[in-house]
């Protein structure tokens, strides 16, 4: 529990280190964890993804809601992972590429959502798809 606080306080104090606003928007969206540096190869399989949904956006990252932390024997928090991240949008998704930065456990009894919080920084992602993103910040 005190590793749980304490990550909640860090997450307060990055808050306000926060360069880009937030804006609170719920989509869907499917986690992988990419396996190999360049090129970036994601498992497609079902089982090697989560599912959930964003809490927040910004221009420079987001906050998502997931079931867990770990895919199979993958640790989504793990030193230089990265993620590949489908955001449900229109006809085709929006690919974001992003390093997990925070992670915090929601209480159930506390929190609407359930599972846990996880916050990532953008890496990548096509121009198209920048785009696309940033209209759904305005």
Not at 87 to 113: G, N, W
Request: cysteine-free.
């Amino acid at each position: 529990r005190a590793r749980q606080q304490g990550v909640a306080r860090r997450g307060r104090r990055a808050g306000r280190r926060r360069r880009a606003p937030r804006h609170r928007v719920r989509l869907s969206v499917r986690v992988s964890p990419v396996r190999s540096v360049r090129p970036a190869r994601v498992s497609s399989s079902e089982q090697d993804a989560l599912y959930g949904y964003t809490r927040d956006m910004s221009i420079s990252g987001l906050a998502l809601i997931l079931p867990a932390i770990r895919i199979n024997n993958i640790y989504l928090m793990g030193e230089g992972r990265t993620l590949e991240i489908l955001i449900e949008h229109e006809s085709e998704p929006i690919v974001i590429y992003a390093v997990p930065v925070r992670y915090e456990r929601l209480e159930e009894e506390e929190e609407a959502d359930k599972g846990y919080l996880i916050g990532v920084r953008i890496t990548e992602m096509t121009e198209d798809d920048r785009t696309r993103f940033t209209a759904l910040l305005k």
